[in-house]
């Protein structure tokens, strides 16, 4: 019997930060995990260091169901982002340790193939609709079959999803405090239904536009907005409304055919599992990362595709390569794929975390026959980059009222 040795975790920031959990078996093989939560890394890294890596030591690492088990039932206080990415983290780093060990492919330990690639969705920003009409003619240039539209809102200063350099859009921002946004439902509302009249004038059908409204409309206002969006057909319409209320997507199911994509922000299927069984959403957006790991991950997929719904991981440039790495494993091997968010990390990044996926004409490819997850971290590298604490956006309504980011 093999046992897990020792375990440490990595922080870096080639950029931005990044938490990266090395588990150690005595034989030498090693597996990594994805353990970056945007916006509050340390907590995850104590809740590794403090509480979960003593736990490990001497434990068979084969034994990925029972470790899952002991760290979400054993801690007692369960669910949550920290907790969670925390579990994530572990799983990711075992299953990467029996791929490793049995010398394959994670994809092959999870039922083998279901197709040869992934289809992405990149990020097209811009100020105006302009701009952003020229952002997604050059995604579609670069070969993406499906991609995101954001644009500036007249009226607003900034919005989400909208970076000032053309490089892609990285929210956290490092400083002692939160940047405050000011936000305006009425202007974006008026607007936004333009966009994607000009897209589709301009690019015709074929191709998958999504948009992400990022939480901040009220049901009926979503519904308001999907109603508007159905002659452009969109691939989804993405976290119209915060998700906490599962039920409140009732009021925007009765309204509006466009397709409803959300659960970046969940962390477990108790999150989904309304929304899921009343097939009130399309896509599930929990990566793996967020959502306890590939463990727990393959059981939402299961059950999510009982009703109809599919995986749209999230793939921000703040979940790293090592959780990309994981998504594709994954992406590659269940039936019921939707598509993978595709951020590029930057060449640092890339550099830090040597990966085997390659994107070509819309799809990410896997490098064949990379056993476990197929990435790994440079330790070395990695340190000359240290943590710098960044904050996620603070977003205020016209009138001072605090709002969702
Ligand atoms: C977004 C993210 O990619 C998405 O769909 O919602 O940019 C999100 O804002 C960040 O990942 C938050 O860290
Ligand atoms: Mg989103």
Known sequence: MTTIESAKVIVCSPGRNFVTLKIFTEQGV??????????????VVSYLEDYVIPCLIGRDPSRIEDI?????????????????SAIAAVDMALWDIKGKMLDTPVYNLL???????????????????AETIDEVGRHLDKGYKAVRAQSGIPGIESTYG?????????????????????????????????????????????PHLLHDCHHRLTPIEAARLGKEFEPYHLFWMEDCTPAELQESFRIIREHTTTPLAVGEVFNTVWDAQLLISEMLIDYLRTSIVRGGGISHMKKIASFAEIYHVRTGFHGATDLSPVTMSAALNFDLSINNFGIQEYMPHNGLTQELFPNSYQFKDGFMYLEEGKPGLGVDIDEEKASKYPYERAYLPVNRKEDGTLFNW
Do not use: C
């Not at 090693?30 to 907590?43: C, F, P, Q, S, V």
């Not at 760290?71 to 920290?82: E, H, I, N």
């Open 162 to 206: 909208v970076s000032k350099t053309k490089d892609n859009y990285e929210p956290a921002v490092r400083g002692d405090l939160p940047k405050e946004s000011l936000w305006s439902t009425e202007k974006y509302l008026n607007f936004i239904p333009k966009l994607f009249k000009e897209l589709r004038d301009t690019y015709g059908d074929e």
């Open 111 to 129: 039922g083998g193939k279901s197709r040869e690639a992934v289809m992405v969705y990149g990020h097209a920003n811009g100020k105006d609709i």
């Open 30 to 43: 090693y597996g990594l995990g994805d353990a970056t939560l945007n916006g509050r890394e340390k907590a």
């Open 68 to 84: 899952w088990q002991y760290l979400y039932k054993g801690a007692y206080w369960r669910r949550g982002p920290v907790t969670m």
